[in-house]
C-alpha cells in the first residue's frame, strides 16, 4: 500500500507538472494512457486524491468520457450481435452506422429486433 501511494503521488506531481506547464488540455492524453492500462487495485483513486481541485475535476471528466464511449461501444458491439443472429451477415454500411451511432439510437434499434421482420424496419424512421 506504501508504495502504491508513492507511485501514485509520483504520477499525481508529473500531471500537475505537465498541466502548469502546459495547460489542462496537455494532461488528457497522460489520462487516456492511464485509464488504459491495468494499474493495481485503486491506484486511480490514489492518483486523483493527489491531485489538486483544478486538475482532478478535468480527470473526472476525462474519465467520465472514456467510460461512456467505453458504454457505447459494448452497447453497438452488443447490438451487431444481435442483428447476426437475427438476420445473417451484415453489410459495413451497416456495421459501421451502429458503429458511429447515439447510444439512443442503438437502444431504440435494440428494441425493434424483436417485432422487425426485415433488418431495414430495425432502422427505420
Not at 480527470?59 to 458504454?71: K, N, P, S, W
Not at 451502429?98 to 426485415?118: C, G, H, N, T, Y
Amino acid at each position: 500500500t506504501r508504495n502504491l501511494q508513492s507511485h501514485a503521488s509520483q504520477v499525481a506531481r508529473m500531471l500537475e507538472l505537465v498541466r502548469t506547464t502546459h495547460g489542462v488540455r496537455a494532461i488528457r492524453p497522460l489520462l487516456v494512457y492511464l485509464a488504459g492500462t491495468r494499474g493495481q487495485t485503486g491506484e486511480m483513486d490514489v492518483i486523483l486524491h493527489a491531485l489538486t481541485q483544478e486538475t482532478r475535476m478535468t480527470a473526472m471528466t476525462v474519465l467520465e468520457q472514456l467510460e461512456a464511449r467505453g458504454f457505447a461501444r459494448g452497447e453497438a458491439a452488443l447490438l451487431l450481435k444481435q442483428l447476426r443472429l437475427r438476420f445473417g451477415p451484415l453489410g459495413a454500411d451497416v456495421v459501421e452506422r451502429v458503429r458511429s451511432a447515439e447510444v439512443s439510437s442503438i437502444d431504440r434499434w435494440a428494441e425493434r429486433i424483436f417485432s422487425a421482420a426485415e433488418l431495414d424496419e430495425v432502422f427505420a424512421s
